[in-house]
Nanobody
Framework: QVQLVEYGGGLVQAGGSLRLSCAASEGTFSAYSMAWFRQAPGKEREFVAAISLRGGTTYYAESVKGRFTISRDNAKNTVYLQMNSLKPEDTAVYYC????????????????????WGQGTQVTVSS
């Protein structure tokens, strides 16, 4: 069973950047569809971005399009989330998620589509 560990969160001023990383223990990392979700206090977990097995297809929430970029390095068993032009409303715990195999576009946005989750990393954007 794949284990996921996120890191790279922290405190940043509005307009700044952060890069989150999620390292997977599984050796067949390239067989997993990957995604990032986030959850702010008092709110439900929401989709941020997803990426296909080889990284050729990506999906983004409207709220982060043009600011965030998801990518993966299958040789390093790692998925990344580059976050630019951060806003206070981006403040949340960010979670990495994985599912073995292909996830359809429609289901990429749903948390229930993913089986494996990391413990989360806090991102705080100050105004």
């Amino acid at each position: 069973q794949v284990q996921l560990v996120e890191y790279g969160g922290g405190l940043v001023q509005a307009g700044g950047s952060l890069r989150l990383s999620c390292a997977a223990s599984e050796g067949t990392f390239s067989a997993y569809s990957m995604a990032w979700f986030r959850q702010a206090p008092g709110k439900e977990r929401e989709f941020v971005a997803a990426i296909s097995l080889r990284g050729g297809t990506t999906y983004y929430a409207e709220s982060v399009k043009g600011r965030f970029t998801i990518s993966r390095d299958n040789a390093k068993n790692t998925v990344y989330l580059q976050m630019n032009s951060l806003k206070p409303e981006d403040t949340a715990v960010y979670y990495c998620a994985a599912r073995l195999g292909v996830v359809s576009q429609a289901r990429s946005y749903e948390a229930r589509s993913y089986v494996h989750w990391g413990q989360g990393t806090q991102v705080t954007v100050s105004s």
